[in-house]
């Protein structure tokens, strides 16, 4: 081979390990519980590693089966709202939401007065998914332990804005669930920086 062949040679593998190289993403650095209001994931008496991929949104790898949302415990009166959809339209409404001071927003359709989705007292163990509605978690909605809480889900509810409604086991979930999760801490209705966060619940691990 010659010595121009040699570098023609040559510049075509730095080409392709260049084209390599730029297809594969960064690895997103991995956190013990999301970056905000400190959540974590378990599944099977584990928790479930994390991804921190953007400023305010936080990835967990789940297995298709049961898992428990944990959730600080803040104080005696701990309430918690959370909103899930199939889809990023989710978080998208709380991106584009109106400023309402420096570092707040107005909230999302979802987490209106009077939009909070009907479950039993102390929580059914059910996902519900709405554009338009959320789960308000307190009381023995955060778990029957008052020094932390824990929120089961072994099903999912998808509500769609025409009024249909398909259940279904976690086990059959295909594709990510987004939740967006505010805790109120001054309770002046306004998601203030640090008061919510995204949580993406992508269903992409073994058993």
């Known amino acids: 081979m010659g010595f121009t062949q040699f570098r023609s040679l040559m510049a075509c593998m730095t080409v392709l390990l260049a084209s390599a190289c730029a297809s594969v993403p960064p690895p997103q650095p991995r956190v013990q519980h999301t970056?905000?209001?400190?959540?974590?994931?378990?599944?099977?008496g584990q928790r479930v590693p994390l991804t921190n991929p953007a400023l305010r949104e936080t990835h967990a790898g789940l297995a298709r089966a049961p898992f428990t949302l944990v959730l600080p415990n803040r104080g005696e009166d701990d309430t918690y709202r959370l909103a899930g959809w199939q889809t990023r339209d989710i978080i998208d409404l709380a991106e584009?939401?109106?400023?309402?001071?420096?570092?707040g927003i107005q909230p999302p359709p979802y987490f209106d007065y009077a939009t909070g989705m009907a479950d039993t007292a102390a929580g059914s163990g059910t996902l519900m998914l709405n554009l338009?509605?959320?789960?308000?978690?307190?009381?023995?909605?955060?778990?029957?332990?008052p020094d932390r809480h824990t929120v089961f889900f072994g099903d999912v509810l998808v509500i769609h804005d025409n009024g249909a409604r398909v259940e279904m086991p976690i086990e059959d979930v295909r594709g990510p669930i987004n939740l967006v999760v505010w805790f109120d801490e001054n309770d002046d209705a306004i998601m203030q920086h640090g008061e919510y966060e995204y949580l993406v619940l992508q269903f992409d691990r073994a058993s």
């Open 132 to 145: 338009e509605g959320h789960h308000h978690l307190a009381g023995l909605r955060l778990g029957p332990d």
């Open 96 to 103: 584009n939401a109106p400023r309402a001071q420096l570092n």
């Open 35 to 44: 970056p905000w209001l400190a959540l974590t994931v378990e599944q099977g």
